[in-house]
C-alpha cells in the first residue's frame, strides 16, 4: 500500500499522446488548441468610432471653432467617407470607420444639432483624438494572439472567428469507457429487489467525465472470471482508458485484478493509503490503455475520479499540472486512522475575513452516495495525525 503522493506521481507520469483532429469552432469549446491563433489583418483594422457623434478635426477646435457644418454621415459597416472641408464634420455611428480627414469624435451629448449645424455645448470637455479607436493599436497583422496550448472558452472561439478560422485544430479526447460490475446492481430504469440496488457510479463518473469534455461509454459485467476477461479484453482493444467501479477489493467474487493480470495488465500500484478510496488499482497495457479499477463505494470511486483521473487528464492533454484550491477547516475534526481522509465539506466565504470556509458534512461512510449532494468539495486531511483544529488550511478539491 502506498501514500497519494507516490500514488499521484505514479499516475502523473503515464502520459500518453490522444492525437489532433480539426473540429468547427461551435465544437471547441473547452478544448485544447493545438494551433496557433494569429492575426490575419490590424486589429482593429481601421481607426473605428467608439462613440455615436461628430467627427472633426482637432486643428478646427483648437483654433476656436464650436459651430460646424454636417456634411452628411458615416454608417457602421459603410465605406469610409472623406471630409471635404476642414470647417466642417461627418456625423458618424459606434463601429464606423473614422472618415478621411478627420482625427477627433464628439459624442451627441455634448452637441446640439439644428439645421445641418452641429454646435459643441459650452460645458463640454474635448480632448485630441477621443473617442476614435486607432488601427492596429490592440494587435497587428501577425500578431501571436492565442498559443497552442490553451483550453479553448468563449473569449477564444470569438478570437478564432475574428480572424477568420471556421475549425480549429484541437486535441483528441481519450475514448473512455466506464465499467460497473457487480451482481447486485440493475438498471436505473428497474425496480430493484430487496437484495438489489440500482447502478449509479458509471453515471456519475460519466458525467463528471462529460463535464471535462471526454465522452465515455458504459458498460457492466458480471461478478464472474471469464465473463470479466472477455469484456476487459475487448475494452482493452477498443479504448483509451478504462475506468471500472467494483470488483477491487478482496472479495471472493472481485475479479477485476486477476482479470486485467490474465490480460497482460501491467500493474503500478493497488491500495493507496487514503479513506476513502483505500483498494483504488492503477495500470495500464503499455501503449494500448490505461486503466483506473476503482472502488465500488460511491463516494470512494467520484472521489478518486476528481483526485486523480481529472489530473491525469490534464497532464495528458498537455496542460499544467491540476492546481489545488484551499480552505481553513471551519470547525475541530478527529480522525484516527493513519490515513490520508478526503473529508466531504461544504464551502462558504467569510464575510468579515474573505476567507474561503470548509464545513464538514460527515455521512455514513464511502457509501453514502446521498451526501454528496450536500457537500460540494474534499478537504484533503494529511495522514500522521488525529486532531485537526478549527481554522487550519488544507488543499481543497471542488467538485461543484
Known amino acids: 500500500m502506498i501514500d497519494i503522493q507516490e500514488a499521484t506521481q505514479l499516475v502523473l507520469s503515464r502520459k500518453r499522446d490522444f492525437g489532433t483532429e480539426k473540429r468547427p469552432l461551435e465544437q471547441c469549446s473547452g478544448r485544447v488548441l493545438r494551433q496557433d491563433i ?19 478635426q482637432w486643428a478646427a477646435y483648437e483654433k476656436g471653432q464650436r459651430r460646424f457644418p454636417v456634411e452628411g454621415i ?11 472641408d476642414a470647417g466642417s464634420c461627418l456625423e458618424v455611428m459606434t463601429g464606423a470607420v473614422l472618415p478621411e480627414n478627420t482625427d477627433t469624435v464628439i459624442r451627441y451629448e455634448d452637441l446640439q444639432i439644428e439645421e445641418g449645424q452641429a454646435q459643441i455645448i459650452p460645458e463640454a470637455k474635448v480632448k485630441a483624438y477621443q473617442n476614435a479607436h486607432g488601427q492596429g493599436t490592440d494587435r497587428q497583422a501577425g500578431d501571436l ?40 446492481l440493475v438498471p436505473v430504469a428497474s425496480r430493484p429487489e430487496p437484495h438489489q440496488i440500482r447502478t449509479s457510479n458509471s453515471h456519475t463518473i460519466q458525467m463528471a467525465l462529460s463535464r471535462w469534455g471526454v465522452p465515455a461509454d458504459r ?53 493507496v493509503k487514503q479513506r476513502p478510496g483505500k483498494p483504488f488499482w492503477f495500470g495500464e497495457v503499455e501503449g494500448q490503455c490505461t486503466i483506473f479499477a476503482l472502488p465500488g463505494n460511491p463516494v470512494s470511486s467520484f472521489m478518486c475520479t476528481q483526485r486523480y483521473v481529472r489530473p491525469w487528464l490534464r497532464v495528458n492533454l498537455g496542460l499544467e499540472p491540476m492546481g489545488y484550491a484551499h480552505a481553513v477547516l471551519a470547525e475541530d475534526f478527529h480522525f484516527k486512522p493513519d490515513l490520508t481522509y478526503f473529508l466531504q465539506v461544504k464551502t462558504h466565504y467569510d464575510a468579515a475575513t474573505g476567507r474561503l470556509m470548509a464545513q464538514p458534512v460527515e455521512g455514513h461512510g464511502s457509501g453514502d452516495l446521498a451526501n454528496l449532494a450536500d457537500a460540494n468539495a474534499f478537504l484533503e486531511l494529511p495522514r500522521g495525525r488525529n486532531d485537526y483544529a478549527a481554522g487550519e488550511v488544507f488543499p481543497l478539491i471542488f467538485y461543484r
Open 38 to 56: 494569429r492575426a490575419d489583418r490590424d486589429f482593429p483594422p481601421f481607426t473605428r468610432v467608439t462613440m455615436d457623434g461628430i467627427a472633426i
Open 219 to 271: 458498460l457492466h459485467i458480471d461478478d464472474e472470471l471469464e465473463a470479466t476477461k472477455t469484456a476487459l479484453g475487448n475494452c482493452i482493444q477498443n479504448y483509451d482508458i478504462i475506468l471500472l467501479s467494483g470488483g477491487v477489493s478482496k472479495g471472493k467474487y472481485d475479479y477485476v485484478p486477476a482479470a486485467l493480470e490474465a490480460l497482460g495488465a501491467k500493474k503500478h500500484f493497488h491500495k
Open 145 to 184: 494572439i492565442v498559443a497552442s496550448g490553451a483550453v479553448l472558452s468563449p473569449a477564444e472561439i470569438g478570437v478564432a472567428a475574428t480572424v477568420g478560422l471556421p475549425e480549429l485544430e484541437v486535441a483528441c479526447m481519450p475514448k473512455a469507457v466506464i465499467v460497473s460490475t457487480g451482481d447486485e
Open 74 to 84: 458615416q454608417a457602421a459597416g459603410s465605406p469610409q467617407l472623406r471630409l471635404m
